[in-house]
């Protein structure tokens, strides 16, 4: 008996985990001018959401936006998409971020996650880490690291979620 209630406990955690795993959790972030932003807010108008996690100190990380930069604008077009590039670097390298981004020409939206409020209520571990939310905002994507051209296979679950 002790065992079929252990059971059920244990299903049952595991099934609200998951679904709660499914959208964003309220964690309110700032963006690179200051503003605060809640996260949960993303994947709530009908587009499709990429959120991007990166750091300056992350080759991988930059050349993965870098490279989907390149295809960001027929995305938005093609796709109705929307990037969130949030940043984890910590305090002491927050200043470097807005100068980089400004260096880069980047056209997503950057959130700092300074205190990675964001990223332990989410459970990962490293970056680069890239979530998609579909036009529902659930998460329906998730992928840790970059290997160059994996921004296609990123534009292939874009391609589906647009159909």
């Known amino acids: 008996m002790f065992h079929k209630i252990l059971f059920l406990l244990t299903c049952a ?11 964003l959790p309220n964690v309110s972030l700032k963006n690179i001018d200051g503003e605060t932003v809640e996260i949960s807010d993303f994947g709530k108008d009908g587009k499709i959401t990429i959120l991007s996690f990166w750091a300056t100190w992350c080759s991988p990380c930059k050349k993965e936006l870098n490279n989907i930069a390149e295809m960001y604008e027929d995305w938005q077009t093609d796709y109705d998409v929307e990037l969130v590039a949030i940043s984890v670097d910590d305090q002491r ?19 700092l996650d300074v205190n990675e409020d964001l990223k332990r209520a ?34 292939d679950i874009l391609k589906e979620l647009s159909e």
Do not use: C, M, R
Not at 93 to 111: D, F, M, R
Not at 126 to 139: A, D, M, W
């Open 13 to 23: 955690f595991f099934t609200v985990t998951l679904h709660a795993q499914k959208t």
């Open 122 to 155: 989410l459970n990962f571990q490293t970056v680069p880490y890239t979530l998609v939310l579909n036009q529902k905002g659930e998460i329906v994507y998730e992928h840790t690291g970059y290997v160059e051209g994996d921004e296609y296979e990123l534009e």
């Open 93 to 111: 390298n927050a200043s470097k971020i807005k100068p980089y981004v400004n260096g880069q020409a980047w056209e997503y939206t950057v959130l």
